[in-house]
């Protein structure tokens, strides 16, 4: 049976193998460049969202992979899964980034996952599964007080689904980086509480959000 989870893999695979990031396979396949996007991948009321045949069509045509390519990709992504769920919970660790340096370039791919150079790590306690996207970012100066102070430790968890409620980080398309509450979130925008009562609240288009991603722990 083909997951919604293998299904997107097998993309990102297929990318991967074209050395290729999914916005550039979506673009060399003739869609529109965030059609592959991980943010894309679930709808702002948390449902899946599937990519279409057409697409999957036209993406196999763009890179010449057979139709039976692509299913051996999602088979194996189905061993690798079951592979992962066979360890138990370990000490691992993931990549840390401080908060000034977020906002730069060259440090995350177009779904907000870590990518590029210039990381360093941090232990976390997490399985083998948990650990491929999720990472942390060092909280600096005080505009997260009082909840988040300066070098506190946020772990985050990029394409997870986000609720009303959630303390997320945004990277907007200009570069700004923000944690806040998600209060409101549409497909055409989103309003986010700031933390600290000093700061406004924001509202953005969701075209000039480049990343959401749902704060999941805080070292404090």
Excluded: C
């Amino acid at each position: 049976m083909f997951s919604h989870d293998r299904i997107w893999a097998a993309i990102d695979a297929l990318a991967e193998r074209n050395r290729l990031s999914p916005s550039g396979l979506a673009r060399r396949a003739g869609l529109d460049p965030t059609s592959f996007n991980k943010s894309k991948r679930q709808g702002a009321d948390g449902r899946q969202r599937w990519p279409s045949t057409e697409s999957i069509a036209k993406v196999l045509d763009a890179t010449g992979a057979s139709i039976d390519e692509f299913f051996t990709y999602t088979d194996a992504v189905r061993e690798a899964v079951l592979q992962q769920d066979s360890f138990p919970p370990q000490i691992g660790t993931i990549p840390l980034l401080g908060f000034a340096q977020a906002g730069a370039g060259g440090f995350f791919d177009d779904g907000g996952f870590p990518a590029g150079q210039g990381w360093d790590v941090v232990e976390f306690p997490a399985s083998p599964a948990h650990k491929a996207g999720v990472y942390a970012l060092e909280v600096q100066g005080d505009s997260m007080m009082p909840l988040y102070r300066d070098g506190d430790v946020l772990i985050v968890e990029p394409g997870a689904q986000v609720r009303r409620g959630d303390r997320v980080v945004v990277k907007t398309r200009e570069g700004e980086v923000m944690a806040k509450v998600l209060h409101r979130q549409s497909p055409r925008t989103i309003e986010l509480v700031s933390l600290n009562p000093d700061h406004p609240n924001r509202n953005f288009d969701m075209d000039d959000v480049d990343w959401i991603a749902r704060i999941i722990w805080a070292s404090q």
